[in-house]
């Protein structure tokens, strides 16, 4: 056993603000972290070094343990010979390190970090920051994300945050972020009423998905509509791009006319709730609908898509990771023939909990809502609406992907209190009232069609 001493002071790395806006290896415990509001102390140090055959036990000034193996440690070298520090990549080659490799010594440095040389012939030399070390602590790596699952009236109101806030303030944005990963979804309120909002905001956090459809796209009651949504009909809860591999995660929709009291109105409902409520109701039907794939599809006269995916896509711990339902792109089940009729009793059930009224959320978006949810988590629909009405949405979509590395940015970017942006958002170059929506300019028409509600 080594026993050390805690220092008084901790001492900052230095991390350049470029350094955070680029890709870090190892920040991703630390959002979580930082989303569970654990707030990261500056005078945490390691105050004991307890070493074993495989590994080395870590304890800390506030009596967290830690474990790290030897090939742990060595494998996260970050010396210039291991770690190409500009590209940010690893050099080191695994082949080259035995697994059973040990230390030679281990000590800490006057600055309180973790020094290794080791017993491979050369004595190379490893050095870890406590920050690094204690983000990859096995006991904090392991927290899930914090989610909100919610039915009808476990919403005191809708997750909000204004415009005006999101367009100006990191915080916000990470605000936004945080909130739209905890109840699946957010409006973003009082939003100018005008065209290109949503991929400007969809650009705040990062690259646009694009689609077919374009990086934006708009939906109303169109003549000779390519799909159900440009109709003025009720479209069923159910989420964008079922009959895609790799369906988008985040969903934008922008009001910049509603219908008023003529219909129209937003229905979300919390996939991963209607998930819960199955599997406590009817445990055959959700692991009918976890384990064998339904066929979806979408076609127009210049695409066919076809895609056999889940239901409810589970994680190798048998948690609910995503949903993908649309009723409306269902091609005939091919599954083994003696599972068919469970399977659409399976369906079935699963088409009525997400329309019961204990679980759906509904409410009317009003001009200038922008509202934004996880399209892999909750299913969205709308009411019909009265043909004569001018409802009209615009709208992009966003990977998850995106979300996440935006947010680990911004929580690295914040907690470390840096007086400059880390982004500067796009801003509008031509502003457009909205009444050129129904007079459509050339540019407007070649993106005027979609698939969402
Ligand atoms: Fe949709």
């Given at each position: ?78 010396c ?19 697994v ?19 017993n491979?012939?050369?004595n ?23 989610y ?14 204004p415009?005006s ?8 944005v ?5 909130k ?23 650009k705040?956090?990062n ?42 995660g ?27 409520v ?23 006269k ?10 409810i896509?589970?994680?190798k ?11 409306a ?94 982004f ?12 050129p ?17």
């Amino acid at each position: 056993m080594i026993t050390l001493f805690a220092r008084t002071k901790y001492s900052t790395p230095s991390i350049s603000p470029s350094f955070l806006q680029s890709r870090s290896f190892f920040s991703f415990s630390f959002l979580r972290s930082f989303d569970r509001h654990e707030p990261y102390s500056k005078f945490i140090k390691i105050t004991n070094l307890t070493k074993t055959d495989e590994g080395l036990k870590i304890l800390w000034t506030d009596n967290h343990k830690s474990y790290f193996h030897y090939i742990w440690l060595r494998d996260s070298c970050m010396c210039p010979s291991c770690y190409h520090s500009e590209a940010e990549e690893k050099l080191l080659d695994l082949v080259s390190v035995p697994v059973s490799l040990k230390p030679l010594s281990l000590s800490l440095t006057k600055e309180g970090n973790l020094e290794v040389v080791w017993n491979d012939g050369n004595n190379h030399k490893s050095t870890f920051d406590t920050e690094f070390l204690r983000k990859h602590s096995t006991a904090s790596s392991v927290l899930p994300e914090d989610y909100f699952i919610w039915g009808r009236h476990d919403l005191k109101r809708l997750p909000e945050i204004p415009y005006s806030e999101v367009i100006n303030k990191d915080e916000a944005v990470l605000d936004w972020l945080n909130k739209l990963m905890k109840f699946g979804f957010v409006i973003i309120k009082d939003a100018p009423k005008q065209q290109g909002i949503s991929k400007q905001l969809a650009k705040l956090v990062n690259f646009p998905r694009q689609t077919f459809w374009g990086e934006d796209w708009s939906v109303k009651n169109t003549p000779n509509p390519e799909n159900l949504s440009l109709t003025s009909l009720e479209l069923k809860c159910h989420t964008d791009f079922v009959w895609s591999e790799y369906t988008p995660g985040v969903q934008f929709l922008h009001c910049l006319k509603s219908a008023g009291n003529m219909g129209g109105e937003s229905v979300l409902v919390d996939g991963f709730k209607v998930a819960q409520v199955l599997r406590e109701q009817d445990p055959n039907a959700f692991n009918l609908l976890s384990t064998y794939p339904v066929p979806w599809y979408f076609r127009t006269k210049k695409f066919d898509y076809t895609f056999r995916g889940c239901v409810i896509e589970l994680d190798k711990n048998g948690n609910v990771k995503s949903l993908r339902y649309n009723q409306a792109n269902r091609l005939p089940l091919d599954g083994p023939t003696q599972l068919i009729p469970d399977m659409y009793r399976a369906l079935r059930k699963f088409a009525e909990l997400i329309r019961s009224t204990n679980l759906t959320q509904t409410f009317l978006l009003q001009p200038g809502d922008v509202l934004v949810f996880n399209n892999r988590r909750l299913l969205h629909g709308r009411t019909a609406f009265d043909s004569r009405a001018e409802r009209y949405l615009e709208g992009c979509y966003l990977d998850l992907e995106e979300v996440m590395c935006r947010r680990t940015i911004l929580a690295n970017y914040l907690s470390r209190n840096f007086s400059e942006p880390t982004f500067t958002p796009d801003t509008i170059t031509t502003p457009m009232d909205v009444s050129p929506i129904y007079t459509p300019t050339p540019s407007f028409e070649s993106n005027a069609t979609s698939s969402t509600q």
